[in-house]
């Protein structure tokens, strides 16, 4: 069986609730991942938006989630590192942690949450960038899995965060 990512909170392919927004309360989902492959040693999750302006845009990386975890609960503190010795590195809005969606009004935007089985953890320590945490990761992936939501602005709603995507 492939590894596979889900989340409670929205189907594949569909709207994100605004609860996990910059427009909402801007918590991270809960996500559910299926048994790994056997050589798993720990997981990173990089969640992103392809659609920004100004090109892709990190919202979270989240790594060295250790072996055992099958899912991440809804609100996951932007702590450095977490009880579960899981860390947290620097999304695009230059903070620690998830940063939801938050779009410019237009056309919705696509959030894909990526989760890799690894066959090593990362070593890094907390708030590395998206280049450190995929430089760690490459020729240890084992399988991954995704999922992915869209989110839409409608003019004039919003808190106006500087940096949106």
Not at 86 to 92: E, H, I, R, V, Y
Not at 152 to 165: E, F, N, P, S
């Amino acid at each position: 069986m492939a590894l596979s990512l889900t989340s409670p909170a929205f189907v594949h392919d569909q709207p994100i609730p605004i609860r996990y927004t910059c427009d909402g309360e801007d918590l991270s989902p809960p996500l559910h991942w299926t048994d790994p492959p056997d050589r798993t040693q720990a997981f990173a999750l990089v969640a992103e938006d392809p659609d920004a302006p100004a090109g892709t845009f990190t919202h979270w990386l989240l790594y060295d989630i250790p072996v055992a975890a099958r899912e991440l609960e809804e609100g996951i503190p932007n702590d450095e590192t977490l009880p579960t010795q899981a860390k947290q590195g620097l999304n695009d809005f230059g903070r620690v942690g998830y940063g939801g969606p938050c779009p410019p009004p237009g056309p919705a935007h696509r959030y894909y949450f990526t989760l890799y089985a690894l066959s090593r953890p990362t070593t890094l320590g907390p708030r590395a960038t998206k280049g450190m945490v995929l430089d760690a990761i490459r020729d240890h992936v084992l399988a991954q899995a995704q999922i992915m939501g869209r989110y839409q602005r409608a003019a004039g709603t919003g808190k106006g965060k500087a940096k949106r995507a």
